[in-house]
């Protein structure tokens, strides 16, 4: 019996390698923690009482009939009596078409905002705007512009006695630091929460029309808080709040535009009224991740046809690890770097190809789009589908494999026609696209190919 344990002892032994001996201890009460936090303050009224000036609601509206004005807007919208008439006729009057909250960022008037909070359903900007500052002072503001890629809008007021914000670089904030958020929730009045930042270089989704490196918080941001404060411990601004996780109140998610990019987007805003933003023609991704450590860079998924990418021999599969010097560690990085250089700006971006270290040198272009955008845009009636504008017509930029095979597209194709309708620009899509069925011709090698596509 002692032979046959033996043996079957052995025959263990010589089936796998031995297994490594596991021990774990457990911390006491005693032990010290890794990183002592500061004790929390008994109130933090004091920075607040310092960061509060600088927030103020916005109220855009828009002129209408002076009929019946509604009697809660009045004390910011109705004009007195004497100014309602002249010439024997009601002049319009402004109406209230939403609210939101802004921050005021230079001593001269400057207010920064979401573009979302200025605009007016039809997606055109409200006929005026009321700014109410801390000290309850209520003065005019006009719209110095507005950048749709980012969402944020500056606003100009001229008042004595400002109290702008300092700004923090964004680019130091770790998850886990304290912040507050401040706005004007629900117009009740300007309000502050406590809360953490939860995560940095956060995305809402997959969109190729907007910059997203948000930051994310706890801290509570409701309906009314868009374009208001994210203000670190020290009272200095970090972030624009701009959105909440989901389609209603607080859900203790929500996500604030970094300074960084705030800083950048309303210098440009202050001098031109827009943002110019050189078109690369680059789609990247994260790397995929693997047994080993996950390279940090963007790796290339798509390079457009004709492009700047394509000019400068750059290949899917290339891992950009740089742009113009500044380290790329992600996709939001490099998509946050692009989006902030303008057109025919020499940019050098540094990428490993075949575990090769090369230097690229692209020269973007300007986006064909008036609207801002990334030279990208998508068509209600072709769901699934991002195109672009080119010289040469519309490209099929990106498209799922189900709407590839309802329709026929494929990625790279270029649109010249829609129903016999040359398609060169944004509008020509929506003009001579309809229900039904629809022949496009496409550029494909160096031929042409007419389409039926069925459009339901």
């Given amino acids: 019996m002692r032979a046959l344990l033996s043996s079957f002892a052995a025959g263990l032994h010589l089936a796998g390698p031995a297994v490594a001996q596991l021990k774990l201890e457990l911390a006491t009460n005693s032990a010290t923690p890794a990183a002592q936090p500061p004790p929390a303050p008994d ?8 960061a509060t000036p600088s927030i103020v609601s916005v109220f855009p509206a828009i002129l209408v009939g002076a009929d019946n004005p509604d009697q809660a807007l009045e004390r910011f919208f109705t004009p007195p009596a004497d100014e309602k008439k002249k010439d024997g006729k009601d002049k319009p009057i402004e109406r209230l078409s939403g609210s939101g909250s802004g921050v005021i960022i230079s001593k001269d008037g400057f207010i920064v905002t979401n573009r979302h909070v200025v605009i007016l359903p039809s997606g055109k900007p409200a006929d005026s705007f009321k700014i109410e500052l801390s000290d309850r002072r209520q003065v005019p503001a006009k719209l110095v512009g507005m950048d749709t890629v980012t969402d944020l809008a500056l606003l100009k007021i001229e008042a004595p006695d400002l109290t702008p914000i300092p700004l923090a670089d964004s680019d130091t904030v770790k998850t886990g630091d304290l912040v507050f958020a401040i706005g004007n929730p629900f117009r009740i009045g300007i309000t502050a929460t406590m809360g953490m930042v939860s995560a940095t ?31 670190n411990a020290s009272g200095q ?17 929500g996500f604030a535009i970094p300074t960084r990019l705030v ?14 933003r050189g078109f690369f023609g680059i789609q990247a991704d994260n790397p995929p991740p693997s047994a080993e450590m996950t390279p940090q860079g963007a790796t290339v998924t798509a390079i457009m ?17 740089s742009v113009n010097s500044t380290s790329i560690t992600d996709r939001q990085d490099l998509r946050l770097a692009l989006s902030m250089i303008p057109p025919d700006d020499k940019t050098s971006l540094t990428i490993v190809r075949g575990g090769q270290s090369l230097t690229a040198t ?7 789009l008036s609207d801002g955008r990334m030279g990208f845009f998508s068509e209600d009636l072709l769901p699934d589908v991002v195109l672009a504008v080119m010289e040469k017509g519309i490209v099929v930029h990106s498209i799922t494999k189900e709407a590839s095979e309802r329709t026929r597209l494929e990625e790279g194709m270029i649109i010249t026609s829609i129903n016999n309708a040359p398609a060169s620009a944004m509008q020509d899509v929506s003009t001579h696209l309809r229900k039904g069925v629809n022949k496009i011709t496409v550029l494909v090698g160096d031929g042409t190919r007419t389409l039926s596509v069925r459009i339901p």
């Fill in 305 to 321: 046809p004709e492009s700047p990418a394509a000019d400068a021999k750059l290949a899917v599969g290339d891992l950009i690890q």
């Fill in 237 to 253: 601004l970090i972030g624009i709040n701009t959105a909440i996780y989901g389609n209603s109140t607080n859900a203790g998610i």
């Fill in 201 to 231: 270089k956060r995305s809402t989704g997959d969109s190729t029309e907007t910059i997203e490196s948000y930051i994310q918080t706890d801290a509570a941001i409701n309906p009314g808080n868009s374009g208001g404060a994210l203000i």
């Fill in 362 to 368: 692209l020269t973007p272009w300007e986006p064909k």
């Fill in 43 to 50: 109130s933090y009224a004091p920075l607040l009482r310092t």
């Fill in 263 to 276: 800083k950048y987007v309303v210098e440009k805003l202050a001098i031109h009224g827009k943002v110019a």
